[in-house]
């Protein structure tokens, strides 16, 4: 039983189109976090949600939305996609500081 | 600005010597520091982690040893697997400040050979 699942794994789409891609964990976290990895494998945060409400956006483009329907999900949406926002991002979640645990990753290849 | 430095991109280990990977970081507001393992097209995966509070500790092979005045800390491995081949990161996190966000390094890829 998958603790940190997204989906889809890889998602290859072109330029100017809108995608999602989907967060869930089953660990009973109040914490969630998207993180890019980008072509040099540098891992950077994204975003932190706890209990739903935003607390880190790191200079992040308005392109990017991240949402919480509930404390278990965090879905990002990527609006108007470009080449450079090809990259692996990965979703996690933690109980405060601890249990850090990420997924598996999404590949997104713009093309 | 990177925060976290992982100075060797690459350490090649025979198998059951010690491995010992290396990370220096610079925010003194960090407080709690972690070591994640990751293979290829897999998500980083937890190994060990030390709190600012203590300058070792150990779970089995693994051990994480911190130096605060050096703002330094090191990953042992003993002994070394081939198994334990791997991309190692480095992470840092200022606590609840930051919201718990943790700062990487840019990974050492560990190759042990038999």
């Known amino acids: 039983d998958t603790a940190v699942s997204q989906t889809p794994k890889y998602l290859v789409t072109q330029m100017g189109n809108d995608k999602s891609i989907k967060c869930e964990q089953n660990?009973?976290?109040?914490?969630m976090y998207w993180y890019k990895q980008d072509s040099k494998k540098f891992l950077k945060i994204m975003f932190s949600?706890?209990?739903?409400?935003?607390?880190i956006n790191e200079t992040v483009p308005n392109r990017f939305s991240p949402k919480s329907p509930d404390k278990a999900h965090l879905n990002l949406h990527i609006n108007s996609l470009e080449l450079g926002d090809s990259a692996v991002y990965f979703c996690?979640?933690?109980?405060?500081?601890?249990?850090?645990?990420f997924g598996s990753g999404t590949r997104l290849t713009v093309v | 600005d990177q925060q976290v430095k992982q100075n060797s991109p690459s350490l090649s280990v025979q198998e059951g010597r010690i491995s010992i990977l290396n990370c220096d970081y610079t925010?003194?507001?960090?407080?709690?520091f972690l070591w994640y393992k990751k293979y290829p097209a897999e998500g980083p995966t937890f190994l060990i982690s030390?709190?600012?509070?203590?300058d070792k500790n150990e779970d089995g092979r693994f051990t994480v040893f911190l130096n605060k005045s050096a703002k330094h800390l090191s990953l042992h491995i003993v002994p070394s697997q081939p198994g334990d081949s791997a991309v190692y990161f480095c992470?840092?996190?200022?606590?609840?400040?930051?919201?718990?966000?943790?700062?990487f390094g840019k990974g050492t890829s560990l190759l042990v050979t038999p």
């Open positions: 996690a979640s933690s109980q405060g500081k601890g249990g850090y645990t």
């Open positions: 660990l009973g976290h109040d914490t």
């Open positions: 949600y706890n209990n739903k409400e935003l607390i």
């Open positions: 925010n003194s507001m960090f407080d709690y």
């Open positions: 030390i709190s600012s509070i203590k």
């Open positions: 992470a840092a996190s200022a606590g609840s400040n930051s919201g718990y966000a943790l700062n």
